[in-house]
């Protein structure tokens, strides 16, 4: 080997050793996988002295999510197109079928229908699908000289970076579904909470009901100031109930437009309403003022107050009838003696 000769192998040593850190590194540090095929293409080119390179990712269905390439800006576009409607070139195909690198050393003869093959005059490709544990996460293609494509520590080289991809979107694919459980997990512990706020405010009127030491005036008012703490915000929520001209309210009151009304019945009469407001507009982003749930909630504990009132009536009207009874019966017996 002479001097020359040498110094070429040593400059190049370096350059895979240099593409092997900086991949390793992106791989490490890139939590975005757009971001990190993007690096790893622009690595290649900076590199490996490839004319360019580009991957393409796809979801479980195989339908293209993501492009990143280097080397081949506007040109690029006719493989997005196809990949985007489905139809792989010829080398994509090979790939995804195969588990090794796919070696093309004369692509213009080889992929004519590909939009990039009269480009590649001169010129080698590999490919490679980015597969792990069964799951197929896209595509890694790049162009490179002819006679640096036929060199086996070229493919071992690829084909490891190409593995080192997929295993990193693999990891990433399950941080994302993982994060994604933990806010379902979230999500559902927080409705979970609203529904036994919702259920306690229900059983607490049920038991303010029993309470016959209560008049009718201190139980409803007692249910007015129940109903805003099964709010999801109960410390920006207010209530008030209109009945047979009287009025109970929360102390912090304030009549807004967000507001929820139930009507009250009795009897299959309207006799008043029971209004929930909010003092103050929900968080930004909340298109609903109020939740589904939320609005059940009230039409409920209208629909009980109806039944309070009518059970009310009932006491009062059974009350009237014994105490007509109590005076027929007292003044036969008077008139009897």
Not at 136 to 141: A, D, E, P, Q, R
Not at 211 to 240: D, F, H
Request: charged fraction near 25%.
């Amino acid at each position: 080997m002479t001097v020359k000769d040498h110094r070429e192998n040593n400059e190049r040593l370096n350059l895979i050793l240099r593409t092997v850190r900086d991949v390793a590194q992106q791989l490490v540090r890139e939590k975005d996988p757009v971001r990190l095929i993007q690096g790893i293409c622009d690595t290649l080119v900076k590199y490996r002295g490839y004319y360019n390179a580009w991957v393409a990712l796809f979801d479980k269905s195989n339908a293209l999510v993501a492009t990143a390439e280097s080397g081949l800006e506007n040109q690029f576009m006719p493989i997005v197109e196809r990949l985007g409607s489905g139809e792989h070139i010829p080398c994509v195909r090979r790939s995804l079928a195969h588990t090794e690198v796919i070696l093309t050393e004369n692509p213009v003869v080889q992929c004519q229908l590909c939009p990039l093959s009269g480009n590649y005059r001169g010129r080698g490709a590999m490919t490679m699908g980015l597969k792990y544990d069964g799951r197929v996460f896209g595509v890694l293609c790049a162009s490179l000289p002819a006679e640096i494509s036929v060199d086996m520590q070229e493919r071992v080289l690829f084909r490891e970076i190409s593995n080192d991809i997929a295993f990193a979107l693999h990891g990433l694919e399950l941080e994302i579904e993982n994060r994604k459980a933990q806010e379902a997990l979230r999500h559902n512990t927080h409705q979970l909470s609203e529904r036994v706020k919702e259920l306690n405010c229900l059983y607490a009127i049920s038991r303010l009901v029993d309470k016959r030491a209560l008049t009718i005036e201190q139980t409803l008012q007692s249910i007015v100031e129940l109903v805003p703490r099964a709010l999801q915000y109960p410390q920006n929520a207010c209530a008030c109930l209109g009945l047979g001209g009287r009025t109970y309210q929360t102390g912090n009151f304030v009549n807004t437009p967000w507001k929820k009304r139930a009507e009250i019945r009795a009897l299959g009469n309207v006799v008043g309403h029971l209004d929930l407001c909010y003092r103050e507009k929900k968080p930004a982003g909340e298109q609903e003022i109020f939740l589904p749930e939320e609005k059940i909630l009230v039409d409920v504990v209208a629909e009980r107050i109806g039944k309070i009132i009518e059970r009310k009536q009932a006491e009062d009207s059974l009350r009237v009838s014994e105490r007509r009874l109590r005076d027929l019966v007292e003044n036969s017996l008077v008139g009897i003696l």
